[in-house]
């Protein structure tokens, strides 16, 4: 017990040092990408619920992420002249993503496997194009000079000093983003925990069995699409606030794609394992940059563009690691045993069922 | 006596084909009734539209006097009806305890899921043993008395039994059987739809033999086990 109570202590102060460590080592950008890793955090563990906990496979989970940035980018900016404060607006881009989710899942929830995954598709580029074509959302050129979120009379965009460090937005946001992050881990870890957590599960596994024994499976999927969006719609907010600017090019189906990819990479429905694959992708296409300097250096010349090279290097360790552990990297022990099931005690009680 | 599930001209249609042509059902209070017949003779057909996984094409199902036809499935089994559903159909990533409550999904009084939890228990005794254990790492009998465990666990008053001898042992097939006795000797009543034509009579008090979408005769089981063109055609014997 007082071993739990020092090692969540020996956490909670490697999470405050972080930023601070990675600025003194590796620089301030890293903090800004620490930043995003938190973002992707918070999305990937929206997906999970659809994804992983109700096994809907969504590909167009990004726009659940446009509507959030964009309902904030409205009404706190110039462009329409509005300044909402953020207590307003975080649950309202919860709330309207929300009925989004619910929009997309309504009409969807007979389909199942590829053809759901088709719809969601589709359903992701409608939101993009609209936001491409509409005057409110100010078309291609997106919104800019949209308000840094503020609580109180605290701006996350401003310098602040503490003890002599100087402080820029990045920090404040790292903060405010480990918050809602742990935030929504609480909620996820509720979630896989409930009874709608297991009816959802009992859904994923079989669907018929699940009716027959009285789930209602229209708004148990409704509800997961509804609370994924949530999560992304919160992200989304926070995206826009902290990035000043948005446009439809944010928002792409690569975007989705890559959301995906952390939660199956990281291990699908597993809280700890989505988490770790959101960062790691985050990072990733970062940490390849220096490739492209290496060529300077060895060849005087850039032979791939580092922008390509990343995206290939990148693309290479996914198959990699899909090929080694098809079950994600940090997996749920339960989801591990049943693709080794022939590598471990699993395959034993296997046999004994034939 | 009044039926206690009626079907009067029960259709069912694949796009053009006709699986189930018009046929009758009478079930009553308590008893154990079984539905034989070969591959591809309707059986499946006729359960999945009692249990609201397909919609009839024509025809009537009453259950207690009411019409079932329109009951979204979900619901069914607050009417008192459940489904096991064919090839067992337990939920593989949760626990046997698990799987169990998720039968009782409906149902809200606490107190007596409790009591029927440790009942099921009681008489599944290698349920018991493996309450903690994934419902997946079972072997292919104990998921079968796992699903039938979790469908008496909605306290249902008919018990609709799909195929539940398939894939399994002969062995085991024996144990699952003994179950299905005792369930019904218990007082549930049940359908039980079987390719295996010969324990099913063994178990049932009364057959329905189906073929080619029409039932072709229907009486006790015994009548049934001793009537020479059941016996050539669905027990292997010469006539």
Redesign the interface.
Known sequence: MKSKVWLGLLSLALIIALPFGTDLILGRSWVRLLDFALLYAMLALGLNIVVGYAGLLDLGYVAFYAVGAYLYAMLASPHLGMHWPLWALLPMGALVAASFGALLGAPTLGLRGDYLAIVTMGFGEIIRIFLRNLNVTNGPAGIDLIDPIQIGGFSFGANHSLLGWDLPGIYSYYFLFIILTALIILISHRLSDS?IG??W??IR??E??????????RHLKLMAFAMGAAFGGVSGVLFAGFQGFISPESFTMGESIMILCMVVLGGMGHISGVIMGAILLAILPEAFRPLSQFQQATFGHVWLDPANLRMLMFAIALIVVMIIRPEGLWPSP??R??LHANDSE?GS??K??? | MSSFLEVRGLVVRYGGIEAVKGIDLDIHRGELVTLIGANGAGKTSTLNALAGLLKPAEGQIRFEGELLTSTPIHQLIQRGLALVPEGRGVFPRLTVEENLSMGAYTRKDKAGIRTDLDQIFHSFPRLFERKHQKAGTLSGGEQQMLAIGRALMGKPKLLLLDEPSMGLAPLMVQTIFSVIRRVASEGMTVFLVEQNARLALQAAQRAYVMEGGVIRFNASAEECLNDPRVRSAYLGEES
């Open positions: 009874r297991r009816a599960s009992a596994e079989d018929i069995a699940a009716k027959s024994s009285g789930l209602n499976t339960v989801h045993r049943e699993a009680s296997q004994a069922a034939l």
